[in-house]
């Protein structure tokens, strides 16, 4: 059997499970069976495949059949500029996100050090990120999962910046160190009702912990900005994505806690995803 031939037998697959993507996603699987890059497998069609290549090929299609993620399947995703190890540890990292880093690198200047919080760093990819982009800051970044921590420990390795990031498996809840000039975080923030609607690829394949905000999708929320509160230095930034329906609540939260809205902004599909907000007091 050549590239060809497998690709079409691929694609046809994942078609009758109504994969979306499932041509990129087969010269994606190939790509990764072979070691090579897409390029190379398109200018060469007409290639055989052996038999072990086959096999392996075989068991990644049926991964991607069953609804697995692709970014578990390769086990990476790319973010930002880089490319970080992702397994089903960690919450798959997305474009929407990214508004977080535009935002933070706004209050960041690249001369100073500033002490950075990431609270529920998953696989890291919010913090390395920033720290590329501002090398003399320092940041901690947390997590109640030992699993993802240790996945975001790997991709502070790849990016030669396991000096520069504490990782520590907490609670935000129990965590007591402050005067940080800067706090993020990705938070689980979708509600009980809408957990369920979410696409099989999510629900039954993403870690749940790091989907689930409670009834109402704000249990995180809520335990990071009134924990902020504490953490933060004054005139000291908190920025948070959040769900798109959530801009009014976490605004009403935030400002009884004595923080100031900067701003919000919209993701790619044009709905409220972040707000930035600075504390005003003790």
Request: with cysteine; glycine share 4%; hydrophobic share 35%.
């Amino acid at each position: 059997m050549n590239y060809n031939q497998i690709l079409k037998k691929g694609e046809n697959f994942l078609k009758k499970n109504k994969i979306k993507n499932s041509y990129l996603d087969v010269e994606l699987i190939l790509s990764k069976v072979l070691n090579r890059n897409r390029e190379e497998i398109l200018l060469n069609t007409h290639n055989k495949i052996s038999n072990k290549d086959i096999i392996k090929f075989k068991n990644y299609l049926l991964r991607r059949y069953q609804k697995e993620p692709m970014a578990y399947i390769l086990g990476y995703k790319h973010f930002w500029k880089h490319k970080f190890l992702t397994n089903k540890f960690v919450l798959i990292p997305r474009p929407d996100t990214e508004l977080i880093i535009e935002e933070t690198l706004r209050y960041l200047s690249t001369d100073k050090s500033k002490k950075i919080l990431d609270v529920g760093t998953g696989s890291g990819c919010i913090v390395v990120s920033l720290l590329k982009e501002r090398p003399k800051c320092v940041a901690t970044a947390i997590d109640i999962s030992k699993k993802a921590l240790n996945v975001a420990k790997i991709n502070a390795k790849l990016h030669q910046l396991e000096n520069k990031i504490n990782f520590i498996n907490i609670d935000i809840d129990k965590y007591k160190s402050c005067n940080y000039d800067l706090i993020i975080s990705n938070p689980p923030y979708i509600s009980s009702i809408e957990l369920n609607r979410l696409d099989d690829d999510i629900k039954f394949h993403e870690p749940i912990e790091a989907l689930s905000g409670g009834s109402d999708g704000l249990r995180d929320l809520r335990k990071i900005i009134y924990k902020s509160k504490k953490l933060l230095k004054i005139n000291g930034k908190l920025i948070l994505e959040i769900g798109y329906r959530q801009k009014i609540r976490c605004i009403k939260m935030l400002t009884e806690n004595g923080f100031y809205i900067n701003k919000t902004s919209k993701d790619l599909s044009g709905n409220d995803r972040c707000i930035v907000s600075t504390k005003l007091q003790s």
